[in-house]
């Protein structure tokens, strides 16, 4: 990643991988950035055999003998080259997150990622969730909402390959007007039908206008679904969940050039549900175009990490992962659940999530009565 690709954030910065500390990265003019002391470092740890210590969310997963955005990206790199064929004067991956701005206040999610989070903990500091509000001590003052000028996006473009993979999510892409522009560059270009697009997506705000516009290239549409129905409107609050399977539905029939990636984040708050996403994938009808993957498991927040389910709720969990039909990273799932509970782990969880029921009038308990353990 350090010597092909290139990752933005709506907290400004830039740095080669998503899965790499948000808090350390390369600060400046982008044009500056291939030459930084920062990108040089990463490379010569790497080279010399060594994670870099921004690398922890890697090293932890591959020393726990799970499947790392290293090693995937590895092996979908050296799928298509050759490392003879290794080329840093431009990108084969652009990962561009250009805004938080966001119409969901996801439970997962961060006020750095998500405007309507950021508002809502600015509403309602200090009695929203713990990382809500940790987070904002750190971002609140940053300019989140248009954190690259045009010299910058202007920098990202130029180093886009014919055949780069280029990838958009937010914050929501469908909201930010930069993705538009970046969109509309490509096809001045003609690389609308060479590059490879994903575009990640909580189908709230995609519209026939977005449609439009996408029918134009080709690529991966990664649906941001962490649960169906009333689940879903608990979890990634904000959400009608009818207009969201409405629009993934329109989406399949339109974008006939795409596949779409069902991509649910694995946690606490949807681990006895995952089955019913996979009977929704499926019910959209489109084996050849259609998938389900499990492989963006949470690990921040800790409250609401798989692992720090108690042991009684673990040993159900685990049963339910193993009856899941469809999807990929099965595996990986009932690793996680086996890692080592954290003190605390399950009281932080009641605490914060009866916390945000207070605030949005939900009741998680209702939503997801498999989480009542021992009636707490």
Request: hydrophobic fraction near 35%.
């Amino acid at each position: 990643m350090p010597w092909v690709a290139i990752a933005t954030d709506p907290r400004g910065g830039l740095y080669p991988c998503c899965w790499m500390d948000r808090y350390s990265k390369y600060q400046g003019p982008a044009e500056g950035y291939k030459d930084s002391d920062y990108l040089k470092q990463i490379k010569q740890d790497f080279l010399e055999g060594r994670y870099p210590a921004t690398c922890k969310k890697c090293e932890w997963n591959d020393k726990s003998g799970l499947v790392s955005k290293r090693t995937r990206e590895n092996d979908a790199w050296f799928k298509k080259h050759r490392i003879e064929e290794l080329d840093d004067q431009k990108y084969d991956i652009l990962d561009l997150r250009l805004s938080n701005k966001c119409n969901l206040s996801c439970v997962t999610c961060f006020p750095g990622d998500s405007s309507a989070i950021f508002e809502e903990t600015k509403k309602h500091y200090p009695n929203t969730l713990d990382h809500y509000m940790r987070s904002m001590s750190i971002v609140e003052g940053l300019n989140l909402t248009t954190p690259y000028n045009g010299e910058d996006i202007d920098y990202f473009i130029s180093n886009i390959k014919p055949h780069s993979r280029v990838y958009f999510t937010g914050g929501e892409p469908g909201l930010v007007k930069p993705v538009a522009d970046i969109l509309d560059r490509l096809i001045d270009m003609g690389y609308n039908t060479t590059v490879s697009l994903d575009f990640n997506s909580n189908f709230q705000a995609l519209n026939q206008k977005w449609f439009d516009k996408l029918k134009l290239f080709k690529g991966t549409m990664l649906a941001s679904v962490d649960a169906v129905g009333a689940r879903a409107e608990l979890i990634r609050y904000g959400c009608k969940w009818e207009s969201v399977d409405r629009n993934v539905r329109s989406f399949i029939d339109q974008c006939t050039n795409f596949n779409l990636v069902v991509s649910p984040t694995p946690s606490i708050l949807n681990i006895f549900y995952l089955n019913e996403i996979v009977d929704w994938t499926k019910d959209l009808k489109n084996e050849n175009r259609v998938s389900l993957t499990f492989q963006n498991r949470l690990s921040i927040p800790g409250y609401l990490d798989l692992k720090n389910l108690p042991e009684e709720l673990k040993s159900k969990a685990t049963q339910r992962v193993n009856e899941i039909t469809m999807g990929h990273y099965r595996q990986d799932l009932a690793k996680h659940l086996a890692q080592q509970t954290e003190v605390g782990g399950w009281e932080n969880f009641i605490f914060n999530m009866d916390k945000l029921d207070k605030i949005r009038g939900t009741s998680w308990r209702e939503v997801l009565p498999d989480l009542n353990f021992n009636n707490n």
